[in-house]
């Protein structure tokens, strides 16, 4: 179970991160810097990706028999991670309408 929930913080963590940064690149389109908006998109898409990778871990686990316990955190780091995933691709678009302004 200790494994389980440290795999779910890091989820967490690198969602956040990504999430963050993604929020941050609207922002700085809205000043119009759209080379930092494009490298905080990259960076987000980077931290979604590690973030990714720890899910990956337990999906690949789960379908060799490994079944994991099911907990809160667990299921909180999931939700966290596909809302930031989203988060980041509308940011994308967000970014292109003020590029596009």
Same mark, same amino acid.
């Given at each position: 179970?200790?494994?389980?929930? +440290?795999? &779910? /913080? %890091?989820?967490?963590? !690198?969602?956040?991160?990504?999430?963050?940064?993604?929020?941050?690149?609207? %922002?700085?389109?809205?000043?119009?810097? /759209?080379?930092?908006?494009?490298?905080?998109?990259? +960076? &987000?898409?980077?931290?979604?990706?590690?973030?990714?990778? /720890?899910?990956?871990?337990?999906?690949?686990?789960?379908?060799?028999?490994?079944?994991?316990?099911?907990?809160?955190?667990?299921?909180?780091? %999931?939700?966290?991670?596909?809302?930031?995933?989203?988060?980041?691709?509308?940011?994308?678009?967000?970014?292109?309408? !003020?590029?596009?302004?």
């Amino acid at each position: 179970m200790e494994e389980i929930t +440290e795999t &779910a /913080f %890091q989820i967490i963590l !690198y969602a956040g991160n990504g999430k963050s940064s993604a929020m941050e690149a609207i %922002q700085e389109a809205k000043k119009d810097d /759209f080379k930092r908006a494009d490298e905080l998109i990259e +960076e &987000a898409g980077t931290e979604l990706g590690k973030a990714h990778e /720890f899910q990956t871990r337990l999906l690949q686990q789960e379908a060799n028999g490994d079944d994991a316990p099911l907990n809160v955190m667990l299921v909180h780091s %999931q939700d966290h991670l596909m809302t930031s995933m989203t988060v980041r691709d509308l940011a994308v678009e967000i970014i292109e309408i !003020y590029r596009n302004k």
